[in-house]
């Protein structure tokens, strides 16, 4: 789920930044060290939408640097266990499917797809159920839950099922062509 | 063989679908399973839900619990629901507004849309610095928004949830509602289950909710 949030982070910039331009040249610096990051905690940081503030700088001791703590409103994308997400199938093997939503990935094991779908091997690899009216194959689109999430330094990764009610295929690529 | 399950259950989306609905209840082949009637595993747990996410008194997202080895047992047995309900209920495992910051707000989906777009529209006027590139997870962020929105006027969605909120509805319960297709009140109770004390209170104001959101999508 997408979440709007207030952040702070303390900036460092280099006295030949300073001038007229200071502000922007730490919105700047804000943007490139902290969009696309992400963290445990706040998930995915998807996009800066605004600076609330920008408080008086400390001089770091030797060095020259300034640190300026700025707040800032974002737009996060953040997985939680029991969230169900409608997620493009990527790849698919006997181990189960991943799946991406937004920025998350998602692994689909076998044991938490139907039991009435079977791993079928080939060109396309897929999921089908064996009157073949059902498919998971790749760029299928599937509704599932996610039921955990293991953070990394640069990731996401969950853990999602579609062995519940209102979960599974909502289109594959073969009736869509 | 076995026949998928809920094959009939439709969604807006051209193309297949494979979602499971309760009156379809899983397979062909356990018929007396149907009878007994599969719970959504939300089912048992949502007590506990809905105790927690009002204790703290705050506008929580629902407090959703998910569970491997239950998830993997859920289609198998056909006492699922019995077995689910002799373990001892785990304690609540996310209250994400709370757990990201104070300043958390839920966005529906079509919102974040919204943003995202503007911000890449602009992204020439909003930095004058080449070296500054939109990241993956923007771009995924972005164009998952877009895959999935379903309203065109977030505001128009807003205003017609506004009333459940007279009914305790939180923001992230409100967002999980506008965030898919629902098209039956028991398919909002699957999705979110801290709404399961509130089942009879809230059934008939969700009726009227799912209605007229189904309006918008179409005119949409």
């Known amino acids: 789920m997408f979440f709007h949030i207030v952040l702070e982070r303390n900036m460092q910039l280099h006295p030949r930044h300073f001038g007229r331009d200071l502000r922007e040249k730490l919105v700047s610096k804000l943007m490139k060290d902290v969009e696309g990051t992400c963290s445990g905690r706040h998930g995915f940081i998807v996009a800066i939408t605004g600076i609330e503030s920008v408080g008086k700088g400390l001089i770091r001791d030797g060095t020259g640097f300034v640190t300026f703590p700025v707040k800032y409103q974002c737009v996060v994308f953040r997985p939680f266990k029991g969230e169900i997400l409608e997620a493009v199938v990527t790849m698919v093997n006997k181990m189960g499917f991943f799946a991406e939503a937004g920025p998350v990935q998602i692994f689909v094991s076998n044991h938490l797809i139907p039991d009435d779908m079977e791993f079928q091997s080939g060109d396309v690899p897929n999921y089908t159920t064996s009157d073949g009216s059902v498919k998971i194959q790749k760029e299928s689109e599937v509704r599932l839950k996610i039921i955990g999430t293991r953070v990394d330094a640069t990731e996401i990764f969950c853990i999602g099922t579609i062995k519940d009610d209102f979960l599974g295929v909502i289109s594959d690529p073969g009736t869509n062509a | ?220």
């Open chain 2, 1 to 220: 063989m076995a026949e998928k399950g809920g094959k009939g259950f439709s969604l807006p989306k051209s193309g297949k679908s494979s979602l499971k609905s309760p009156a379809s209840k899983g397979k062909d082949d356990s018929s007396a399973k149907s009878k007994r009637g599969r719970k959504v595993q939300f089912d048992s747990e949502g007590s506990l839900d809905t105790n927690s996410t009002k204790s703290n008194g705050k506008a929580d997202i629902p407090s959703f619990k998910g569970d491997l080895g239950k998830a993997g047992k859920g289609e198998k047995a056909g006492s699922a629901g019995k077995s689910q309900k002799a373990k001892a209920p785990d304690p609540l495992e996310l209250r994400v507004e709370q757990e990201l910051s104070t300043k958390t707000t839920c966005m529906m989906d079509c919102e974040a849309a919204d943003i995202l777009q503007g911000i890449q529209e602009n992204m020439v006027v909003l930095s004058d610095d080449p070296a500054i590139k939109l990241p993956v997870s923007f771009d995924r962020g972005l164009a998952y928004g877009q895959r999935i929105r379903l309203y065109d006027n977030p505001q128009a969605v807003e205003q017609i949830l506004g009333p459940l909120k007279q009914h305790g509805v939180s923001d992230g319960e409100l967002c999980m509602i506008a965030n898919f297709p629902l098209e039956s009140v028991d398919e909002v109770f699957a999705f979110v289950p801290s709404f399961k004390n509130r089942k009879s209170k809230l059934r008939v104001p969700l009726e009227n909710v799912l209605a007229e959101l189904t309006k918008l999508r179409k005119a949409a």
